[in-house]
């Protein structure tokens, strides 16, 4: 029996991008995101080794010589296709599979988005729709009311999490500040030393800001000159590397080329690296993403993880406004 150099949704991807001329046309009538119609026309050309599709910024797909003898040859193969396809006895499960995925927006930037191409490029049939923001109080609800598909982020010590939920690592955290903004110092600074410094909080009244503002309280730091504001992590840290101020941050969010430079101040409990995946996930797809985004991480050497969590002893419940969660110390399980 003949070998295909093509899969059948390939084959779909490049007659609808025929017919549309258009890369987001194509992608809105076949249900799948822009980049996983150019993923599947690309494994397509890889396979046969030819150039099926030119493609010029600013100007509509046009098909090559190549491109217009497949397309014409591929005629009576979707003509057969069509006869066959008359002889199934019920609706197939269709080859395509979307998920929903937070993710910390240092982790997105720094490590998933960086290998997502890869990923897209190995797996055309997953469609992933990220959503990246400071975790609030609101937001981590969503997370364990199961309104995500899959959930990668940092929590704090005060946060807790269900039994669904993964701890994969921890990562040093605490006040971090620029060496420039630091007063003369042999040894740690003490905390009214590390007060006195310019510090950089999330908007007042926020939830954020609340955590912010508790976490050195517990640890008698008490800010005496707030430097600036602002909502977004990525924000604060390159704030904290320009030498603007202090801020409270996982030494995740600095850079690596800057760790030098940068120093931990005002060392608090390390903070957790996690993944929850939906409990109702099944299926070869799911655990396709769900590694990809471990490895995306946990395989990346510049993830400052300082140790891997010990297997769960201890379980206790804890209440989170809204829902209740199992709280574990540390969790090694398996993926189910």
Request: hydrophobic share 45%; aromatic share 8%.
């Amino acid at each position: 029996m003949v070998g295909f150099s093509f899969t059948l949704r390939q084959v779909e991807v490049f007659e609808k991008l025929r017919a549309c001329a258009s890369f987001r046309l194509a992608a809105e009538e076949l249900g799948v995101s822009q980049a996983a119609v150019s993923n599947h026309l690309k494994s397509l050309e890889d396979q046969l080794g030819v150039t099926l599709f030119a493609r010029e910024p600013g100007k509509r797909p046009a098909l090559t010589a190549q491109g217009a003898a497949f397309a014409r040859d591929l005629q009576p193969f979707l003509g057969a296709a069509a006869i066959l396809n008359g002889h199934r006895r019920r609706q197939e499960e269709i080859e395509a599979y979307r998920f929903k995925v937070y993710v910390g927006l240092s982790l997105l930037e720094n490590f998933v988005r960086p290998k997502l191409d890869h990923f897209l490029r190995d797996h055309p049939e997953i469609d992933l729709e990220f959503l990246a923001e400071a975790p609030d109080p609101d937001t981590l609800r969503k997370i364990f009311e199961d309104r995500f598909d899959f959930a990668l982020l940092h929590l704090m010590r005060a946060e807790a999490h269900d039994d669904a939920t993964r701890v994969l690592a921890r990562c040093r955290s605490g006040v971090f500040a620029h060496r420039s903004i630091l007063p003369p110092h042999d040894g740690p600074l003490s905390a009214e030393q590390v007060g006195r410094l310019p510090f950089l909080l999330p908007p007042a009244g926020t939830g954020q800001e609340k955590r912010m503002v508790d976490a050195p309280h517990r640890v008698r730091i008490r800010p005496s000159e707030i430097a600036h504001r602002t909502q977004f992590f990525d924000v604060l840290s390159a704030l904290v590397e320009q030498g603007v101020g202090a801020g409270l941050l996982g030494e995740t969010f600095i850079r690596p080329e800057m760790r030098g430079e940068v120093e931990l101040v005002g060392p608090f409990e390390p903070w957790r690296i996690v993944l929850r995946r939906s409990p109702r996930l099944r299926g070869k797809a799911a655990s396709a993403v769900e590694r990809f985004l471990i490895d995306s991480v946990m395989a990346d050497g510049r993830y400052p993880a300082i140790e891997e969590p010990a297997p769960a002893a201890q379980v206790q419940r804890v209440n989170i406004p809204g829902c209740t969660v199992i709280a574990r110390s540390a969790r090694s399980a398996a993926t189910k």
